[in-house]
Each structure stands twice: as C-alpha cells, then as structure tokens.
C-alpha cells in the first residue's frame, strides 16, 4: 500500500522556521500533485501550500512569502520549509500526494499529521 510518512514538526518559537518532509512509499505508478494542508484546533482543514510535478506552486494568503514547497521527485518527497513562524501557524500538518497506483484510478493519500507549534 502507500505510505505518507511526516517529520519535521516541532516546537518552535515565533519567528523560528522548521522544515517538513514527507516520503511516499509503495507501489506507485506515478505521483501528480503533492502538498501540505495543515488544521488548527476548532478549524477545517485547509490547503497550505501545493506543488504538482514541474515548478508550479500554489500558496495560502497567510502563508505566502514564509513558506516554500518543493519537491524530491527522485524520493518521491515533499518538502515544505516554513520561516518567521507565527503562533497562528499552529496547526497538525498533513502531507497529501494524489498518486495513480497500477490498475488504480488517480486519488489523494494522505500523512498521519505532524503538529506544528509555534509558542513562545
């Protein structure tokens, strides 16, 4: 099966960066769209950042000009650096791909979560 596997997350200060990784594992055929989502305590999910195969990129407002998304496609990883942190920015993180699967149609898979927080 496949395997979103995150690190990264932390404690950190605000104004502190960290960097997430995340690594799909198992039998894939090939890897569309890759992301983060990230959500806070009594809030929805919501689109963090995103990167489909190439050097597009998409961003959350809140995000933008803090955060990079990029990716290892060799690795199969997404990685997401987040700089001058704010405690706004806590949150559970999840990785997500959308990947096709042999004899499987093209769907999102998602990471455990790893949380995010920024507290002085």
């Known amino acids: 099966q496949v395997q979103l596997v995150e690190s990264g997350g932390g404690l950190v200060q605000p104004g502190g960066s960290l960097r997430l990784s995340c690594v799909a594992s198992?039998?894939?055929?090939?890897?569309?769209?890759m992301g983060w989502y990230r959500q806070a305590p009594g809030k929805q999910r919501e689109l963090v950042a995103s990167?489909?195969?190439?050097?597009?990129?998409n961003y959350a407002d809140s995000v933008k000009g803090r955060f990079t998304i990029s990716r290892d496609n060799a690795k199969n990883t997404v990685y997401l650096q987040m700089n001058d942190l704010k405690p706004e920015d806590t949150a559970v993180y999840y990785c997500y791909a959308k990947i096709k699967r042999p004899v499987f149609a093209l769907r999102d898979y998602w990471g455990q979560g790893t949380q995010v927080t920024v507290s002085s």
């Open positions: 990167m489909p195969t190439g050097d597009n990129t």
């Open positions: 198992g039998t894939i055929f090939s890897i569309n769209a």
